[in-house]
């Protein structure tokens, strides 16, 4: 069965400190899709990026990076030079087998950033 | 390009009121359509999916309900409200069939049971 894992419940960082956020999924498919999301304290879920299992270049954003390793079956998520606006939950989520099952996700990982 | 929304924002209801919360796709055709529920400081909790008109999977058994009586309209419903219903609420939709699509969320409804 599919699994997401996200191990740290809450993070607490001061300003411009890097964080990695963890998850680690489960699945027997060998074609999946991650996402990561924000909820920010408005309550919105925010899309930030997807991967594919078949491509395992990190990606860069801004002040965003993910590390796809499926050696590890993660798929971590790290903020430099934190600021007070990445503030939020991050939910990490995986695509079942199938288009119209619901995504799986994680239990969330709350960030903290203290100016 | 595809919109969702989701009302009230907010919401306070006794316990043992009716409720009925709608949610609407736009732009979009035959969307799968999801309810979740966040209790405070709490993960996701799928309650309820479509993947067509009329079709509802239910995940939690609990005094909730889904309808889908169009095909962008999904409405979560209760006959009578439990103290334990209290939540924030969240509406998606996603591409038919489409593994590769992220899910796009409402903005939610925060629910309050008095």
């Known amino acids: 069965a599919q699994k997401v894992t996200q191990a740290q419940t809450e993070i607490s960082v001061v300003e411009k400190e890097d964080v990695t956020l963890d998850c680690v999924y489960e699945t027997r498919d060998t074609t999946y899709y991650l996402f990561w999301y924000k909820q920010p304290p408005s309550g919105e879920l925010v899309f930030l990026i997807r991967r594919n299992s078949f491509d395992e270049q990190n990606e860069i954003s801004g002040r965003y990076s993910w590390n796809f390793q499926k050696s590890t079956s993660s798929f971590n998520f790290t903020i430099t030079a934190s600021q007070v606006v990445d503030s939020a939950v991050y939910f990490c989520?995986?695509?079942?087998?199938?288009?119209?099952?619901?995504?799986?996700f994680g239990k969330g990982t709350r960030l903290s950033v203290i100016a | 390009s595809q919109t969702i929304h989701q009302w009230p924002a907010t919401l306070v209801q006794p316990v043992g009121s009716p409720l009925s919360l709608e949610c609407t796709v736009e732009?979009?055709?035959?969307?799968?359509l999801y309810w979740y529920r966040q209790a405070a400081g709490r993960g996701l909790q799928l309650l309820f999916y479509?993947?067509?008109?009329?079709?509802i999977s239910s995940e939690v058994p609990q005094n909730l309900s889904a309808s889908r009586p169009q095909d962008r309209q999904f409405i979560l419903s209760s006959k009578k409200l439990l103290l334990s219903d209290s939540g924030f609420y969240l509406c998606?939709?996603?591409?038919?069939?489409?593994?590769?699509?992220?899910?796009?969320f409402g903005d939610g409804t925060r629910l309050s049971i008095l």
């Open positions: 479509s993947v067509g008109i009329g079709q």
């Open positions: 998606a939709w996603r591409a038919q069939g489409a593994r590769h699509q992220p899910q796009h």
């Open positions: 989520a995986l695509s079942e087998a199938g288009g119209n099952t619901p995504l799986v």
């Open positions: 732009g979009t055709s035959n969307p799968n």
